[in-house]
């Protein structure tokens, strides 16, 4: 027999038949963890989850808003700048922090298909000067994190990020995904 709480074990895939949404809630804060579990999120290690079933208007995906205006060279072929990060495409959010922003793909290719930006335009990992050190190490410590909690729910992921004329968005960003390719 199941545990109430091993029902409610959050799997990162969008296929899975028991889909929940997570948000991320530091133990340190305790207000904010307090805050989700009145609206009916369950602790589970780090993250917090809920039922798809159970989400209500206030859970709904939302624009994220970036302060700064978009446009300058480099953005022409920019999908994160020009839709997700200017509100134009809303997203489910997975993790954020002031710099990085990790939501699912808004066209997933794998059952698990989670991709990691940095909030400001860098064109590629190769373009990021070296003042952008601490912008990489953000960055590069949300992916470990995500890609820790993919492979412990389904056993394997691959992380993986694309330059050169590999790159179809002129943005820095990882792709977390699993499973097999589903198109």
């Known amino acids: 027999m199941r545990s109430r709480q091993s029902e409610s074990r959050r799997t990162m895939s969008r296929a899975s038949p028991r889909p929940t949404m997570t948000l991320d809630c530091h133990a340190a804060n305790a207000g904010a963890t307090s805050f989700y579990q009145r609206l009916g999120y369950q602790t589970a290690g780090l993250l917090m989850c809920k039922p798809f079933e159970a989400r209500d208007a206030q859970d709904r995906p939302e624009p994220v808003h970036r302060a700064e205006p978009l446009a300058g060279p480099g953005l022409d ?16 959010k997975v993790l954020e922090t002031e710099r990085v922003l ?37 960055l590069l410590s949300v992916v470990r994190k995500l890609a820790a ?32 390719r589903m198109r």
């Not at 412990?152 to 995904?177: F, P």
Request: charged share 20%; net charge negative; glycine share 6%.
């Open 102 to 138: 990790a939501f699912y793909h808004t066209r997933p290719a794998y059952p698990v298909h989670l991709v990691v930006i940095p909030t400001i335009h860098v064109p590629s990992l190769v373009d990021l000067a070296s003042e952008g050190d601490d912008l990489l190490l953000e």
């Open 149 to 180: 909690e993919v492979v412990r729910q389904h056993g394997a992921c691959r992380v993986i990020t694309n330059l050169g004329r590999y790159q179809d968005s002129k943005h820095l960003h990882w792709h977390i995904i699993s499973g097999e």
């Open 77 to 92: 072929n920019d999908f994160y700048c020009q839709q997700v990060l200017s509100g134009r495409l809303p997203v489910e």
